[in-house]
């Protein structure tokens, strides 16, 4: 009971996600043979989210509870700063440049969004990281119709490294967007989420 509380709690939405790269400055940083590839096409990877500081607590306190949904997948975190919630999503592909930074990438999986004390529920799916805009993206209860900006994507502290066929990002914040805002507050029948919060940090692992 304790940990599905603790799930519940952290949410961040988050989905999901995640960019990749300091800007400019990070891309050109690495190897001129990577920085050469004018576009790499991606063969997979996985992205994890964990909850900003409070936003577990704040969740469960408010009855929230978002899990994980297929094959997306969730861990309970100890950090020093409180209980956080660890979300990944498996990249299924994607082509993305990194001098300059661009591209999307696509994942599997989601997060269902329970309100225990309404029933009201929102699922959230099929996320894209468009690292051209700077913003993460998904479908809203299957629709593939209903597509939504969910996060903007905090690069200033992001940290980039490539290696043979592998690159990572991580330090990516991830600021809720008001149209997030407004769909999970009419969805959940709640007065919580607001644009511009900060829901939590994102890191990326791309094979390619």
């Known amino acids: 009971m304790r940990r599905f509380k603790y799930l519940a709690a952290a949410m961040a939405i988050t989905g999901l996600l995640a960019g990749s790269a300091t800007a400019a400055s990070a ?5 001129a043979r990577v920085q050469a590839a004018a576009a790499v ?10 909850t900003a500081p409070g936003i577990a607590a704040a969740l469960l306190a408010n009855g929230l509870v978002p899990l994980a949904t297929w094959p997306g997948s969730q ?30 990438i696509d994942h599997s999986g989601g997060i269902l969004f329970l309100n225990v004390k309404n029933g009201k529920k929102i699922e959230v799916s099929s996320f894209t990281i468009d690292l051209t805009h700077a913003d993460l993206t998904g ?10 900006p969910l996060f903007g994507l905090d ?9 043979k066929h592998i690159v990572t990002a991580s330090g990516i914040g991830l600021t809720l967007t008001a149209a997030a805002a407004k769909a999970l507050n009419a ?17 990326t692992l791309l094979r390619f």
Do not use: D, M, Y
């Open 27 to 31: 891309a050109t940083s690495q190897p």
């Open 41 to 50: 096409h991606l063969r997979s990877g996985a992205t994890a989210v964990t």
């Open 75 to 104: 861990s309970v975190q100890s950090p020093a700063s409180g209980p956080a919630v660890l979300f990944t999503f498996p990249v299924t592909e994607g082509r993305v440049t990194l001098s300059p930074l661009g591209g999307t």
């Open 139 to 148: 479908i809203v209860n299957g629709n593939p119709q209903a597509r939504v």
């Open 155 to 163: 690069l200033s502290h992001a940290r980039l490294a490539a290696g």
């Open 187 to 203: 969805a959940l029948g709640t007065q919580l989420f607001s644009a511009g919060l900060k829901l939590g940090t994102a890191s």
